[in-house]
């Protein structure tokens, strides 16, 4: 029996089975979701793909039992970092004929609120992905200098109003720690100019993006988890990038941009091996979900997908 995919449909399903097909239909083959949550894109691919191994990896340990009991026996799920896929498909024996990233959090991390990514609701401020160590977001929000807390808001939140809510944090922290989200929103609010509040949705949304990725170091976990993704993909293996904010769908984009690059000096009568492209782009610039999955299901408003398909093995 393959495992049931639930009610639920995840983000461009059919849009991940197109790219990753091709390779999926070889012999012998192996999927790794690197960002498994609940199970539902492979649920999925355990369905279509009769007879091909499916490999889950989270860092989540909620998101790990979940999936575990809902693919069953139809996927092996380890619990690890995405930067150290490299290493949980070398523990496995294998590399990979397609592998997907759909990033960013799950509803059930979002929907719990001992888990600390909500600004809609008052939670304590946690937000780690990984909560057995490492600091939670109200421990930043304590340690950070002002001019830190600026720059973490500006630079992962892209927050007009940077150096307005830092300020803010560092005065109110003055009087007691910053650790349940109402807190944060109203001091969010009240720190930024009346008209912004109505404007660019929830006046904490960027701020509480900002936390989210400072606390799981979500860039540094893809500028190594691509590559090292990208090095254990076979000859005619695929990967597919699903991000929902800018900074992810940047990193997505040089990184597939530069493996479907030559890097030959200009001018060179012919072309060596080594510096030809390894990678061929499957998606022209970065696809966005067609507009009746954005009507049924919202998170795929944001949705920036970029696929390529790896052409040389390199050394
Ligand atoms: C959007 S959800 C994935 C949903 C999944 N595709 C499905 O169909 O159910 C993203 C998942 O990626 C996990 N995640 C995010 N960053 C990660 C990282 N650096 N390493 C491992 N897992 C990560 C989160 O814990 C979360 O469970």
Same mark, same amino acid.
């Given at each position: 029996?393959?495992?049931?995919?639930?009610?639920?449909?995840?983000?461009?399903?059919?849009?991940?089975?197109?790219?990753?097909?091709?390779?999926?239909?070889?012999?012998?083959?192996?999927?790794?979701?690197?960002?498994?949550?609940?199970?539902?894109?492979?649920?999925?691919?355990?369905?279509?793909?009769?007879?091909?191994?499916?490999?889950?990896?989270?860092?989540?340990?909620?998101?790990?039992?979940?999936?575990?009991?809902?693919?069953?026996?139809?996927?092996?799920?380890?619990?690890?970092?995405?930067?150290?896929?490299?290493?949980?498909?070398? %523990?496995?024996? !294998? *590399? /990979? @004929?397609?592998?997907?990233?759909?990033?960013?959090?799950?509803? =059930?991390? #979002?929907?719990? $609120?001992?888990?600390?990514?909500?600004?809609?609701?008052?939670?304590?401020?946690?937000?780690?992905?990984?909560?057995? %160590?490492?600091? !939670? *977001? /109200? @421990?930043?929000?304590?340690?950070?200098?002002?001019?830190?807390? =600026?720059? #973490?808001?500006? $630079?992962?939140?892209?927050?007009?109003?940077?150096?307005?809510?830092?300020?803010?944090?560092?005065?109110?922290?003055?009087?007691?720690?910053?650790?349940?989200?109402?807190?944060?929103?109203?001091?969010?609010?009240?720190?930024?100019?009346?008209?912004?509040?109505?404007?660019?949705?929830?006046?904490?949304?960027?701020?509480?993006?900002?936390?989210?990725?400072?606390?799981?170091?979500?860039?540094?976990?893809?500028?190594?988890?691509?590559?090292?993704?990208?090095?254990?993909?076979?000859?005619?293996?695929?990967?597919?990038?699903?991000?929902?904010?800018?900074?992810?769908?940047?990193?997505?984009?040089?990184?597939?941009?530069?493996?479907?690059?030559?890097?030959?000096?200009?001018?060179?009568?012919?072309?060596?091996?080594?510096?030809?492209?390894?990678?061929?782009?499957?998606?022209?610039?970065?696809?966005?979900?067609?507009?009746?999955?954005?009507?049924?299901?919202?998170?795929?408003?944001?949705?920036?997908?970029?696929?390529?398909?790896?052409?040389?093995?390199?050394?």
């Amino acid at each position: 029996m393959p495992p049931s995919t639930g009610g639920h449909t995840p983000v461009s399903s059919e849009r991940l089975c197109a790219l990753a097909g091709p390779a999926l239909a070889r012999p012998d083959a192996v999927y790794v979701d690197a960002t498994v949550g609940l199970g539902g894109h492979a649920a999925l691919i355990a369905e279509r793909f009769p007879g091909v191994r499916v490999i889950g990896i989270d860092r989540d340990p909620e998101a790990v039992a979940a999936s575990r009991r809902r693919l069953g026996a139809a996927a092996e799920v380890v619990q690890a970092p995405f930067a150290r896929i490299g290493e949980v498909l070398d %523990g496995l024996g !294998t *590399a /990979a @004929d397609a592998v997907l990233f759909d990033l960013g959090v799950s509803s =059930a991390q #979002l929907d719990r $609120d001992e888990r600390g990514f909500a600004y809609s609701r008052d939670t304590r401020l946690d937000m780690r992905m990984d909560p057995s %160590g490492g600091p !939670t *977001a /109200a @421990d930043i929000l304590a340690g950070y200098s002002k001019a830190e807390l =600026a720059k #973490l808001l500006s $630079d992962f939140g892209q927050e007009r109003f940077a150096g307005r809510i830092a300020a803010a944090i560092v005065a109110a922290r003055a009087d007691g720690p910053i650790e349940r989200s109402g807190q944060l929103v109203e001091l969010i609010r009240a720190a930024i100019p009346a008209p912004a509040r109505r404007v660019g949705g929830h006046p904490a949304k960027r701020a509480f993006q900002a936390l989210r990725v400072a606390v799981n170091g979500e860039l540094e976990q893809l500028e190594a988890g691509l590559p090292a993704a990208i090095g254990r993909l076979k000859l005619g293996g695929r990967i597919i990038v699903m991000s929902y904010q800018s900074l992810e769908d940047a990193i997505a984009k040089r990184v597939l941009g530069a493996g479907a690059t030559s890097t030959a000096p200009p001018g060179l009568p012919l072309e060596p091996e080594a510096t030809k492209p390894f990678l061929r782009l499957l998606t022209r610039g970065a696809e966005h979900a067609p507009p009746a999955e954005v009507a049924a299901n919202p998170r795929s408003q944001a949705l920036r997908l970029r696929a390529a398909e790896r052409i040389r093995e390199t050394p």
